[in-house]
Structure formats: C-alpha cells, structure tokens
C-alpha cells in the first residue's frame, strides 16, 4: 500500500508521540492497515524501552553476598527503582539471574526477612547505589544500559559496588534484559479481593501471606485516593501494634530512632465501599499491607510520567 500524504502523517505523529524511529512505525501501521489506533496498541509490544539489569555478587574478604535489580527506561532516561539485599547466607549467591524480573525483585525482599541478612547495610547500599546512578545520568549511563552494551553495564556495577564495599577481590554476575512496556506492566497479581483490616494474633495470615496493617502517607500536593490504581507506588507506613508487626517493620526500614519511615510500595489491588477505599500494598515478597482511607484523601505518591492522550487508548499505558 503506497503511502500518501495522510499515512504518512499518522506515521510522523506515531514517532513524536512514541519516540519510535520510522522503520517501527512503518511496520506497525502496515500490519494494521494504518489503523492510528491499533497501531499504538501495536508499537506497544515492539519498543523496547524497558531494561531489567539483575545482579548478584559475593565479597570475600567479608563473606557477603548480595543481590541487586535495576529498572530503567531508556527512552526517557529515567530510573524506576532499585533493590537490594545483603546478607551472610551464601544461598544468595546461587539465587539465578534468569527467568522473569518480577520473581526476581520478590526474591529480594523474601531473602530480607532470612536469618543472616544485614539490614543496615542493605538499605545504605540501595541509597548509595541509588545516588550514584542518579549522579551519573547524565553521563552516558542511559546509552550503556543495554544488552548489547552489557560490558559497560558490568564495569558500572564493578565501579559502584566495589566503591561501597572497598574490595576489589568483588565477584560479580550480570544480566541485562529489554522489556516491552506490555511485558513490563504485565504485573503477575493474584486474583484476589482486597481483605477487610486482618483480625486475629500475630500469626494471622491470609493464604501464605502476613497480613499488615498500614496507613497511607497523605500529601496536601497529593492525588485523590480514588485516581490511585494498582501498579502505581504509595507511602506505607506500619503501623499495626503487633509484635511481629513492629519486628518486621525494622526489618523492612519502616521504621528507625525517630519513629515511623515511610516505605515506597506497589499498589495491588483496590476496593471502593461506598466513600471508603481498601487497598492491598505489596510490602515484601511474602508481606501485604491493607488500609482504608476515604475517597478523597490526598495520598502521596511517587511521580508519575505525564501521559501523552494516546496512551489513555492502551491500557497497559495506565
């Protein structure tokens, strides 16, 4: 099918809009017959903007074993998230690098919670390896984090974490991963309703799962707790009075000298009653939080990016 004056309009607005080059713009209106819509849901699954970069590591001279998980979008050059864990117990060591990144991160946090691990020296890695990503962004970090790249993103790491623990005896493994925005979002959710505030003694659990009670940080500069959707990160702060609640909120960094720490978690699920929101928050691999605010409390949230109009037509782009 030639392309004439329209189809290559709607090819020109899908790259601005996507930031796809013109060859996958091409491809994606041809294989819809320059349907603009459909080829937004198609480009979806071809740019691959999303990279996972997994990392496990060892350091001899002080028996410690590490994991670490990296999520970073490219195109935007923008850094989601990355986790962490030290720890004494060699099984973190022999934790796979392949597979899927969601598995992965809860692999992380479930090791948290294991006899050995060093959960002062977990957190401070994560903010040092945090602050050194962001103070090199600028700095060509973006074009590295690729998989044909993989030897720039492993003298990366090397640099990062042999700066933190002074060892340059550091063994390290690495893999990298591409990710669709569909494959990204596609997070692996149980098919389950939100449970009302978790009743019982401390070892009240819901399947295999502990059940927490949490509050939401709230923000005057907020959104409204009903816009809030699941994949989106919200401010958890733990204040269930149990005992087993107050052990594992030290474990999780939820709290310190000074009282309750905010901790950034994923939105699961949510439940509208009437004027009343239940959600479920992810805490760690094996630990949900609930809470219930009201419909138009404000929630602080991680920043979200701003939303071109098309990708309100996908709903992985939610």
């Known amino acids: 099918m030639p392309k004439g004056p329209l189809h290559q309009d709607k090819i020109s ?6 930031g796809c080059d013109q060859k ?23 740019l691959k903007n999303i990279v996972v970069v997994r990392v496990k590591f060892h350091v001899p001279s002080q028996h410690l074993y590490g994991l670490v998980i990296l999520l970073a979008d490219v195109r935007r050059r923008s850094l989601f998230r990355i986790r962490a864990v030290v720890s004494y117990n060699p099984a973190l060591y022999e934790t796979p ?27 401070n890695l994560e903010k040092t390896l945090q602050e050194w990503f962001e103070k090199n962004s600028q700095e060509g970090l973006y074009d590295v984090l690729t998989v044909e790249r993989i030897e720039g993103l ?7 974490l042999f700066g933190y623990f002074t060892d340059n005896a550091l063994e390290m493994q690495l893999s990298s991963d591409e990710l669709n925005l569909e494959q990204f979002r596609r997070f692996k959710l149980e098919e389950e309703t939100v449970p009302s505030r ?16 949490i509050d939401l940080q709230q923000d005057a500069d907020g959104i409204p707790a009903r ?5 989106d990160f919200v401010y958890a702060l733990l204040t269930d009075g149990r005992d087993i609640a107050q052990y594992l ?8 000298e000074h009282g309750l720490k905010p901790l950034p978690a994923p939105v699961e699920s949510s439940r509208r009653d009437g ?7 992810r805490l760690s691999g094996t630990i949900v939080g609930v809470a219930e605010v009201g419909a138009d409390s404000l929630v602080r949230l991680q920043k979200r990016t701003a939303m071109s109009w098309w990708r309100r037509l996908v709903p992985f782009w939610e």
Do not use: C
Not at 200 to 209: R, V
């Open 198 to 213: 978790p009743e019982g003694g401390p070892d009240d659990h819901s399947g295999s799962k502990l059940v927490l009670n």
């Open 275 to 281: 004027e009343t929101i239940s959600f479920q928050i």
């Open 24 to 46: 996958q713009a091409e491809l994606a209106m041809t294989s819809v017959g320059y349907n603009l819509e459909k080829a937004i849901r198609t480009i979806g699954t071809l």
């Open 249 to 256: 909120s030290k474990l999780l960094g939820g709290s310190g």
């Open 227 to 231: 816009e809030v959707k699941a994949g």
């Open 154 to 160: 492993r003298e990366i790491f090397q640099k990062s």
């Open 13 to 18: 607005l899908l790259m601005e809009e996507t």
């Open 97 to 123: 690098l392949a597979g899927d990144w969601y598995d992965f991160e809860k692999t992380i946090y479930a090791f948290r919670l294991h006899d050995g691990t060093l959960q002062q020296v977990t957190q």
